[in-house]
């Protein structure tokens, strides 16, 4: 079994390839759980309900044209696609790619102190559902 290293992620926020400004990224996917226990039932049970995913993201901050502030600030309190693979190369069955449209809910335009590098931590609630593809 071969063990996955990103070392080399592909990242684009609304058709903006942000992957070198990227340290970290989490997708992830949960369900709603939905109580299902009765009378009569000894214990209880369940079904799943609606998906509630979202992505977190640590960029790297730049201001240059083109780069993350650029194309974040904009964006926030709107939805804008993304595309996340594993690796930059191509889509495959081991290198799928994730697309999915995320709510811009929040965003840090400057977060660091003396010395340290600028950063921006985000996590956006993904509307609707992901999609995966492998070819």
Known sequence: MAALVLTNAYVSINGV??????????????????????????????????????????????????????????????????IVNPNSSTTSATNPRYSFTALVSEWQPLNGAVGELATASVTWPISGTITKATS
């Open 17 to 82: 390839n942000l992957s070198d400004h990227i340290t970290s990224i989490t997708l992830n996917t949960t369900e709603d759980v939905i109580d299902t226990t009765a009378f009569g039932n000894t214990a209880r049970t369940r079904v799943a309900g609606l998906l509630d995913n979202s992505v977190t993201i640590e960029f790297q901050q730049d201001y240059a044209a083109s780069n993350v502030e650029a194309t974040i600030y904009p964006l926030v309190g709107s939805t804008t696609a993304l």
